[in-house]
């Protein structure tokens, strides 16, 4: 059983941390508008009308456009039909650059309205289909159909298959993944020789971490719903990644002693104290975790704006490929 | 530290299992030649003349014989270029069926002699690209060519993707990790719930073994060499599948009361007391482990039989798929 520690442990300020990710990109879109005359674009796809969806979708845009990266808003209703979804998606496949006004306007802006620049105004886009997908749409198929070079949410099957395998690179990590593992990096917690468990085997989080956490080196466990006392294998851990959907399930007595505790969930529980009724908490008893853990992300403002920082990230990565090839 | 049990592990015949899935596959094929006037077809490719490739070449050969599955030879000289190789591996993947001399006669005799099925007459054939390829040729673009409704060998990246991902079916699972989970499931050992460790992390075995058992919901850790005191964690494991390429690295007393052990090593090592100056053990001290272990596998006889009668299996399966469609 871990003893508390008398040390509180370091709070991982993610929100500052994907600030500080997000200036950088900015800074590089900024380079290669000036250098090349074109900056990077996301095509964001929304189907319907979910409030969760939708706002996630609106916080990406707005992400986008803070950092000088167009994005192509296509929103389509709840009751497309597959066919036409896959449509887009070719179409979106196909375009290799996409003029915009909208576009147009913030190069005369970035480039103080000199205009020979603008003429080569163009932008090389990623794809990203907001998911969950209504019912009536096969989310494997539609996924599957975005070409693999425009694939900034890294979930396709070739992306995956490369990214578990030794000697292989995938063209774009999963964002959520890739967002705890630049948590680790910034904190100065190194990877290679340690012992790390991550708690969820999803194929957006838990599965991809793991992964990437074995490529680093780590010695990796996986555990789930199906495991037995899971707290005895978590216990060892130096570093946890929590990416199981269960408000709070870990306990400080169920962390080693100076370990680092990355919380991926975002679990609303009834607060009557909140105005809106909840509060969102993760994957960790976050007080607990203080008093044991040597690092541990905050719920919200840990993990969460990382996955944006990331997906800005994958976008600006993936148009300089093209546009630097 | 695990206290040696009284009785002797039960020692998991391999030969015998491979031999009795390889007399079901000689049955299926039959069955699909009776009613289809169709067997399946393995193309297997070989560049060069290494000793130990054309010995497993020829065995899978043999194999595949023996069960009535058509092996096309497609041997080319070590000297081959690159782009000569991925144009047999594309005409490979072109070809829905072929026809041969071979096949011709093999169905004579299938049929006694009757004329009207052999008309129907066609194979479907797997491609397999024996390893290591000459150093001048990049295995993964190679690999990568080969038509995922033909890769048995379950080696293609978007193979290895959809057999890491939930809810995705691989078309193919590579052998050698499919013939460990038929020999834990043919000796009626469970894995759902149970602890498993996997040690190495290879692409061709340690890597796609741990994602198999993650699947079949094990609690899966994966130890490599950059694990500290490996054994702390093989000890605590219901399952181990040792693929490090060590030998006999595994002790007895690293081994928990009553697991099973899949030993897929295969090293040689001196001994002076045999003809050829050296023998075959496993990366498991397998004296020891069979005073501790529940059930061990033999090396040689243990999961090496199983490869091929995977490899059988995969290529029978894909050919149902295609004749049966």
Redesign the interface.
């Known amino acids: 059983m871990a003893s508390p520690s008398n040390q509180e442990a370091k709070i991982i300020d993610g929100k500052a941390i994907a600030q500080t990710i997000r200036s950088e990109i900015a800074a590089e879109v900024r380079a290669l508008s000036e250098k090349y005359g074109k900056v990077p674009g996301l095509a964001v796809v929304i189907l319907g009308t979910r409030k969760d969806s939708q706002s996630y979708v609106s916080m990406k845009r707005k992400a986008c456009a803070e950092v000088g990266i167009k994005s192509f808003d296509v929103d389509l209703p709840e009751h497309v039909s597959e066919a036409e979804v896959i449509n887009r998606v070719h179409e979106l496949n196909a375009h290799p650059e996409v003029h915009g006004w909208g576009c147009l306007l913030r190069c005369l802006w970035l480039h103080k309205f000199a205009l020979t620049p603008i003429i080569k105004v163009a932008t090389s886009t990623g794809i990203l289909v907001q998911l969950p997908l209504p019912k009536h749409i096969n989310e ?1 198929k539609v996924l599957g159909e975005i070409s693999i070079e425009k694939d900034v949410d890294g979930f ?13 690179e995938p063209l774009y990590l999963p964002c959520t993944p890739k967002g705890c593992l630049e948590l680790l990096s910034r904190s100065g917690i190194s990877i ?2 340690k012992k790390a468990v991550v708690v969820g ?3 957006i989080v838990g ?1 991809p971490v793991a ?1 990437l956490l ?1 490529k680093a ?1 780590a ?6 719903s ?3 006392s ?1 707290e005895c ?1 978590i216990r060892e851990a130096d570093i946890v990644i929590a990416a199981a959907g269960q408000a709070m399930m870990i306990k400080g007595s169920w962390i080693k002693p100076g370990a680092a505790v990355i919380d991926v969930g975002t679990n609303a529980i009834d607060d009557k104290s909140k105005k809106s009724g909840y509060r969102l908490v993760g994957d960790v008893d976050f007080q607990e975790a203080c008093k044991v853990a040597g690092w541990v992300t905050p719920v919200p403002g840990g993990v969460g704006p990382m996955t944006v920082a990331m997906l800005l990230r994958n976008t600006l990565d993936g148009a300089k490929r093209v546009i630097e090839q």
Chains 1, 2 share one sequence.
């Open positions: 494997e396709h099957p070739l992306n995956i298959g490369k990214l578990a395998m030794k000697g292989r290679k020789g085997r999803s194929n599965l992964l074995l080196d010695t990796v466990s996986i555990v789930h199906r495991t037995d899971p294998i």
